[in-house]
């Protein structure tokens, strides 16, 4: 059984361009997240979809968005990238919204110049 | 919304000697509390959760213990070997049915020497 994917896995972009990330999560997997991880604030909630729909939301700036696709496929976007952004991305699926544990993905290194 | 505080955020043990990682969380609703390792450049894999019905739960040489009154959840590693090296996570959510949310804590660096 294949693993959370995602893609592209390092990238570099430059103040005010955005980004999109893609994440492919296990087969079967209905609910993705995406978690900033930096080593200053450690590992932060962005927001986690289910079946297209977002039902959570960390305290990020609307810059940061996401969606999720019919075959759970998910994509999160950064707008007016900042020097701040630069950091791992992880993405993590789960069967549904009540099972707890995340299988994260090896995630999207993105650093911004 | 929900606070968890980890500690210590280094930890250095000989190998065969125990490790044991503190974490606190703020919201009495929290009832769900998994255990992350973290190997370098590698991805978050979950080693242990405890869930709030549960006072501890062991699996070979790591165990968990939850203290609902007082808020705060242990990881205890015993007979630490190199492969136990790695920054360990601890995290809490609230499972109801309305996501899998987690609040992680700042995690800890688990170096076992020789």
């Known amino acids: 059984k294949a693993g959370v994917t995602q893609t592209p896995r390092y990238l570099i972009k430059t103040r005010g361009q955005q980004v999109t990330l893609s994440c492919s999560p296990i087969s079967g997997h209905r609910s993705v997240s995406w978690y900033q991880q930096t080593p200053g604030q450690g590992l932060q909630f962005l927001f986690e979809?289910?079946?297209?729909?977002?039902?959570n939301k960390g305290n990020f700036p609307g810059r940061f968005s996401g969606r999720q696709f019919s075959n759970s496929r998910s994509e999160m976007n950064v707008s007016t990238l900042e020097l701040g952004d630069s950091a791992l991305y992880l993405c993590?699926?789960?069967?549904?919204?009540?099972?707890?544990?995340?299988?994260f993905g090896e995630g999207s290194r993105l650093t911004v110049l | 919304g929900e606070n968890v505080e980890q500690h210590p955020s280094t930890l250095s043990v000989q190998e065969g000697d125990s490790a044991v990682i503190k974490c606190t969380y703020s919201d009495s609703a929290s009832n769900y509390f998994p255990w992350y390792k973290q190997e370098l450049g590698k991805r978050p894999q979950l080693i242990i959760d405890i869930r709030s019905n549960v006072g501890e739960k062991k699996d070979q040489r790591i165990a968990v213990t939850l203290n609902k009154t007082a808020k705060h959840f242990s990881l205890h590693i015993t007979e630490t070997q190199p492969e136990d090296s790695a920054v360990y996570f601890c995290?809490?959510?609230?499972?109801?049915?309305?996501?899998?949310?987690?609040?992680f804590g700042t995690g800890t660096q688990l170096k076992v020497e020789l």
């Open positions: 993590a699926s789960s069967l549904s919204l009540r099972t707890g544990e995340l299988f």
């Open positions: 995290a809490a959510s609230r499972l109801t049915g309305g996501g899998n949310k987690l609040t």
């Open positions: 979809y289910f079946s297209e729909t977002q039902r």
